[in-house]
């Protein structure tokens, strides 16, 4: 009879043993976990530490016996591996509970083992908590139940996000602190301060581009040398693949710290498999190596682990990265590649930047969204999208997200026949409306400019042109724009005294009109994309005053 051990449970290590488990009835499958729960919704924690999730029965998806029940697995928690016998094909295990220590042989080894999380080596650290198991969770909650008046999470990732939210829920006055200068690195920097400003919002109190030095028994001591009233510590600074198996029994290393695996999340070992968040992934757009914590490409992997060990066709899984958070009242998500990363490639792209309402405007409850498109702005290839508000995001980062899959270009956005009625969307969706955009970029047809480039056209000798209204300038302007409305154009364009012009508007749109108008009467006009709401909303307006 073939045995197939996995080492580690949850979405990854399941996956892959009950997918066994349906291709093959005799084979004997055992599931090796050293924690004491096997399949859990990992993601849902924070939410039971908030009480969002009031049962923490919710959170337990199956147990060893409904597991064996249904599938016939062999699943043993507060089961370590300690050792890979590589040679021998074995595992050496040691039962937590029991004490034993013993050997178990394998036909085909998959490790599914997880990360482990980035501890600081900074005085004070073991008083800190990390969020990663059901037992994290446990201590966690504990602690919250004892009502501490204040906490620090230490990391603004997404675990660090929503575990600020969850404590604010609680009542407990939250701290986060993150090294960087903004939140969310999947995100890029004017797309995160919107959620930083709805943290600030909503009472949490952000120090960015600041460490914490110390871990103090009531507080926490920041690199700037303040010190932070902390009853309670969470680190939630990152994860790390947990290579150390994986390493003792000789298996390759990738350049990203992760186990290199082949299409078929084959390691170097011809009779061990890994995935999950110990496993190096295959990006889509580059093909180079990268480390994607997520539950739904583990799933996936799990399948095609299964499937190869039964021979069948396996089709090759790259990443793109899909992700969303929750952030209070908003949705946070993000696909593909953001521009920070396309820089630092130095790859040729373009911005594309719109604040559509989430459904038709004239029924009730539309919000608006902050789009954000990344391009290749000669072929229309799609690199990356952002989205953030209150209603409707994650289907549009969903609809992006499957076009980076299947190939679509930007333009082609325009083409998508999107399920359309007022309380839904609108008749050109959001998603359309990014394509159309895109379509008049690629095309040739106009050009943008970005809010941090501003101060470039400045000292080009462009006119800058606000194209709003004069009630909606006098709440505000970019410094050193003139006031043109769009519909006075025509009688006043003798008053722009240069041929090069970069022209805005609230967000954009009609900005576009005026450009292509200018265009047509000799101008050289570029677009501010996103307009002034989105210049108001950037960093670059925290270093000019707005004027009133």
């Not at 999947?186 to 110390?214: F, I, Q, R």
């Not at 695996?261 to 995935?275: G, K, M, Q, R, W």
């Not at 490409?297 to 396996?314: K, S």
């Amino acid at each position: 009879m073939k045995r197939f051990v996995i080492i580690g449970g949850v979405a990854g290590g399941m996956s892959a043993a009950t997918r066994l488990r349906r291709l093959d009835e005799s084979a004997e499958i055992v599931v090796l976990e050293k924690s004491g729960f096997v399949s859990y919704a990992n993601c849902g924690l924070p939410y039971y530490i908030g009480g969002v999730i009031s049962k923490e029965q919710d959170l337990l998806l199956q147990t060893p016996e409904s597991l064996n029940k249904r599938f016939n697995l062999d699943v043993r928690v507060n089961s370590e591996v300690t050792a890979i016998d590589s040679a021998a094909k074995s595992v050496s295990v040691r039962n937590s509970s029991t004490g034993e220590i013993y050997s178990l042989v394998y036909n085909k080894l998959i490790l599914s083992p997880g990360a482990t999380p980035i501890v600081p080596p900074i005085e004070g650290v073991d008083r800190a908590m990390t969020l990663r198991t059901v037992e994290d969770t446990k201590k966690i909650f504990t602690a919250v139940e004892s009502k501490p008046a204040t906490a620090v999470v230490i990391g603004g990732g997404f675990i660090g996000v929503e575990v600020a939210e969850n404590l604010v829920h609680r009542g407990i006055k939250t701290t986060l602190v993150e090294a960087s200068a903004q939140v969310l690195a999947p995100l890029d920097p004017e797309m995160a301060l919107l959620v930083s400003n709805e943290m600030s919002k909503h009472g949490v109190n952000l120090y960015l581009n600041s460490s914490a030095t110390k871990i103090n028994p009531n507080s926490v001591v920041l690199s700037s040398g303040e010190e932070v009233p902390a009853d309670l510590v969470i680190l939630a600074i990152g994860v790390r693949p947990d290579i150390s198996l994986a390493k003792d029994a000789g298996l390759q290393i990738g350049t990203r710290g992760g186990v290199v695996v082949d299409e078929n999340n084959l390691t170097s070992d011809p009779d061990i498999y890994a995935l999950g968040d110990a496993a190096e992934k295959t990006d889509a757009l580059d093909e180079s190596s990268t480390l994607v914590p997520l539950a739904n490409i583990a799933n996936r992997h799990g399948r095609v682990i299964a499937d190869h060990i039964n021979g069948r066709n396996v089709r090759p899984v790259k990443t793109i990265g899909t992700a969303i958070v929750k952030v209070f009242d908003l949705a946070v998500a993000s696909t593909g590649w953001n521009e920070k990363r396309l820089k630092a490639a130095n790859i040729e792209h373009r911005a594309i930047h719109t604040h559509p309402g989430s459904h038709a405007g004239y029924y009730p409850g539309a919000e608006t969204l902050a789009l954000k498109l990344l391009i290749n702005p000669k072929t229309g290839e799609i690199y990356g999208a952002q989205g953030v508000g209150k209603d409707g995001v994650d289907k549009r980062i969903d609809v992006i997200s499957t076009a980076i899959r299947a190939g679509i270009t930007a333009p082609e956005l325009a083409d998508l026949e999107l399920a359309y009625a007022p309380p839904f969307g609108s008749a050109k969706d959001p998603v359309n409306m990014l394509g159309y955009v895109a379509e008049n970029i690629v095309s040739g047809l106009v050009k943008t400019a970005q809010w941090h480039e501003i101060e470039d056209f400045r000292n080009d000798e462009f006119t800058l042109l606000d194209v709003r209204t004069p009630g909606e300038c006098a709440k505000g302007m970019i410094p050193g724009f003139i006031n043109i409305p769009v519909d006075e154009i025509r009688n006043r364009f003798s008053e722009i005294k240069t041929k090069k012009v970069l022209v805005t508007c609230q967000v954009g749109q009609r900005a576009h009109t005026a450009t292509l108008l200018l265009k047509n009467l000799g101008f050289e006009p570029i677009n501010l994309d996103g307009g002034f709401h989105l210049w108001s909303n950037s960093p670059a307006a925290n270093k000019e005053k707005v004027q009133a």
